[in-house]
């Protein structure tokens, strides 16, 4: 079973939602949603293991990106008791187009959440964990040591599980990387999410190519560290854009790329321009094999965290190869 850690800071639930989700796209105008076409469409929750999944997230009064992001496998993903979660918060600093998790100031840190998050991993009994978060400007370190924190004690609670993390771009935090890279989780990850061309709209606090030295600089400091990378399509992105984004993460010499259809939370986000039809993401997943990825998940509904665990091991057993 493979989970991904999303803590919220113990902040009652009907306070956090009396609050704007997204105070900073209320005067955007709004965009027109495309209605989706067959290959998009996925069935809805309702399994007793997704009854399950769900009643573990709320006894353990944890917040999931699942929910807060509006994951469209989170029926797949929940009858398999596989959840996402977030530390440090539900509450993000960024104010990215696409995303639908919570913007604002954020609450303090909680202390005892590597302990909580170890804890959980333990009794779950979980072989695969990936651990993301919010973006946390606000910190001097972008939140690395507490990265670093809930990795060491999840090593120590369950070391035989494989630690996967998503993290921040760590955008102007100076040894922030080191810290989370000293740490040694298994696989990490950072989401390029588009194009540079789309940045300005699309991920505007954002750098594209301090991402991508990001991601080629856990391979300078620690060559055994898996590192992974997603975008999402259909933002208006061309074809000869994505193929150059494989190439930029090649020449950083990440393993894993994930792709997926980009899918419009409300008519404040970004809208969607196209939906790419699954031979077109058969198509990129074969020419980015032959631009020597590992591993690659492109399929529409592919998610960053999406399979994460079997995804994981067939990483390890190419690598061995």
Not at 163 to 182: C, N, Q, S
């Amino acid at each position: 079973m493979t989970v991904v850690l999303d803590l919220l800071n113990n902040d009652p639930r009907a306070k956090i939602r009396a609050t704007p989700r997204h105070p900073e796209k209320v005067n955007r105008p709004d965009t027109p949603i495309l209605s989706k076409p067959a290959w998009i469409r996925v069935k809805a929750p309702g399994s007793a293991a997704w009854a399950e999944t769900k009643r573990i997230v709320r006894e353990n009064k944890l917040v999931t990106v699942c929910e807060e992001a509006s994951c469209p496998n989170i029926g797949e993903c929940w009858s398999k008791k596989h959840a996402t979660f977030m530390i440090m918060g539900d509450t993000c600093t960024r104010a990215c187009a696409f995303c639908n998790v919570r913007t604002g100031l954020p609450g303090p840190l909680d202390a005892d959440e590597p302990a909580k998050v170890a804890d959980a991993v333990a009794k779950l009994g979980l072989e695969h964990v990936v651990v993301t978060s919010v973006d946390r400007d606000d910190l001097a370190d972008g939140g690395a040591a507490h990265f670093a924190a809930t990795i060491a004690a999840i090593r120590l609670a369950s070391p035989g599980t494989t630690i996967e993390i998503l993290t921040p771009d760590f955008l102007r935090k100076p040894g922030a990387l080191e810290k989370v890279v000293a740490a040694k989780p298994d696989v990490f990850n950072h989401n390029l999410e588009t194009v540079p061309s789309k940045y300005l709209t699309v991920r505007p606090g954002a750098r594209y190519f301090h991402s991508v030295r990001l991601l080629q600089r856990v391979k300078e400091l620690d060559g055994e560290i898996f590192t992974k990378s997603g975008i999402m399509v259909g933002l208006g992105e061309q074809r000869h854009e994505v193929l150059q984004l494989m190439d930029d993460l090649r020449s950083a010499d990440v393993d894993f790329l994930t792709m997926g259809q980009y899918l419009q939370p409300t008519r404040k986000h970004h809208a969607v321009v196209s939906f790419v039809p699954p031979d077109e993401f058969d198509a990129y997943e074969k020419v980015a094999y032959t631009k020597g990825f590992l591993m690659v998940s492109a399929t529409p509904l592919t998610r960053s965290s999406h399979h994460a665990g079997d995804d994981f091991r067939r990483l390890r057993e190419r690598r061995r190869g």
